[in-house]
């Protein structure tokens, strides 16, 4: 069982930066693709990024190709999202996820989640 907390959420101005953290416990974390996915009120959970077990290839939605980047530290167990230029749309609640799947940019391969943390950016 692998337990995944997330933190770094809060309040920004569009324009501005987060990073988000997520910590892992309770399995072996190199095991384990890992995403990020978020979710907007009224919205369906979708896709941010994600990057495989050892760190070596990263995916990212169109939205936030260039703005985004995801990495992962296998000895500290935790992965990151820098997020950087944010939107007013990019508000959400943003979780982080893990997986043993090969597809690793769809929700339902999923099979851990955190609990979220919230990411409000203001015009």
């Known amino acids: 069982q692998v337990q995944l907390v997330e933190s770094g959420g809060g309040l920004v101005q569009a324009g501005g930066s987060l990073r988000l953290s997520c910590a892992a416990s309770?399995?072996?974390?190199?095991?384990?693709?890992m995403g990020w996915f978020r979710q907007a009120p009224g919205k369906e959970r979708e896709f941010v990024a994600a990057i495989n077990k050892s760190g070596g290839n990263t995916y990212y939605a169109d939205s936030v190709k260039g703005r985004f980047t995801i990495s992962r530290d296998n000895a500290k167990n935790t992965v990151s999202l820098q997020m950087n230029s944010l939107k007013p749309e990019d508000t959400a609640v943003y979780y982080c996820?893990?997986?043993?799947?090969?597809?690793?940019?769809?929700?339902?391969?999923?099979?851990?989640w955190g609990q979220g943390t919230q990411v409000t950016v203001s015009s």
């Open positions: 996820a893990a997986t043993a799947q090969v597809v690793i940019t769809s929700p339902h391969t999923y099979r851990y």
């Open positions: 309770g399995g072996t974390f190199s095991n384990y693709n």
